[in-house]
């Protein structure tokens, strides 16, 4: 009777143990296809969000950009407002623009919120342009090196004339232009070249001002422009010499110049 029993109950904890084993082996496939099935919705709502709405190129902010024209670089760099913000390579963009735009000395570009792209350029400084033999003009930087794409603002950098011979005087004459202020250099027209010396040259101002310079060292006195020109009236019919002092030069005093000279001599 007793090993009946033992028999029985060993055979129904047996019966209990197999019972349990398929029970937790069904739980853990459960969760199995609980944890895939979500692994597999996860990946598909993340696929719909990236290719939705919510991640395309809404704003795209350049900042530094005064010689260069905005829809031109994103044109060049392919970026429009049907990219995909996670498409845009940064690495990409910064080594373009810095390959192929020799005037810009820094590029940033940084991706921000869920559609926004921002970038960030530092423009060299644009010094002269030259005129060439032919007609054609170089673009000259700061950097001394030409720059052969199309100005945004070409009208409001100073023209340097017959200055091809004359190397080391124009490298001086670049070096000066360079220390300008920008609202002066700016205002500049054009600066002529004085064969027949080795250091004048005149600058003609926008306004009508024709400035007599000592290339080497023209700058210091030049910035002070518009203060000095408020007290010209007749720009146009004066010569400001800024070569030995600062000193107005009209036909009148060159006459009494010339005069002065001959009783020297005679």
């Known amino acids: 009777m007793n090993f009946n029993f033992k028999i029985n109950n ?3 904890n047996k019966r209990k143990s197999f019972n349990n084993s398929v029970e937790r082996l069904k739980r853990k496939k459960r969760n199995e296809y609980i944890v895939l099935s979500s ?3 996860i990946f598909f709502l993340i696929l719909i969000f990236l290719n939705s709405s919510f991640v395309k190129i809404k704003n795209i902010n350049i900042d530094g950009l005064t010689q260069i024209d905005r829809t031109e670089l994103l044109k060049e760099i392919d970026i429009d407002n049907n990219m995909k913000l996670w498409k845009v390579n940064e690495e990409y963009i910064q080594k373009y623009i810095l390959d192929n735009y020799s005037i810009i ?5 940084k991706k921000k919120y869920l559609n926004t792209l921002y970038i960030s350029v530092k423009e060299k400084k644009v010094v002269a342009k030259e005129i060439n033999d032919d007609g054609t003009f170089n673009i000259i930087l700061e950097d001394n090196t030409i ?11 100073p023209i340097i004339n017959d200055f091809n011979e004359d190397k080391n005087k124009k490298d001086i004459l670049l070096e000066n232009l360079k220390k300008l202020n920008p609202d002066v250099l700016v205002h500049i027209s054009e600066i002529i070249n004085d064969k027949n010396s080795e250091y004048l040259s005149y600058i003609y101002m ?6 007599k310079i000592n290339v080497n060292s023209f700058s210091e006195k030049l ?3 518009f203060k000095m020109e408020k007290d010209i009236s007749d720009k146009k019919n004066t010569l400001l010499n800024l070569v030995n002092g600062t000193y107005l030069e009209t036909e009148n005093s060159n006459k009494l110049k010339e005069r002065k000279v001959k009783n020297l001599l005679g």
């Open 10 to 12: 060993i055979s129904y």
């Open 39 to 41: 692994i597999i919705i």
């Open 105 to 109: 000395s820094s590029v940033e570009v």
């Open 147 to 157: 720059y052969d794409k199309k100005l945004l603002n070409d009208s409001s950098i």
């Open 206 to 211: 926008k306004d009508g001002q024709k400035v």
């Open 223 to 225: 910035n002070y422009y």
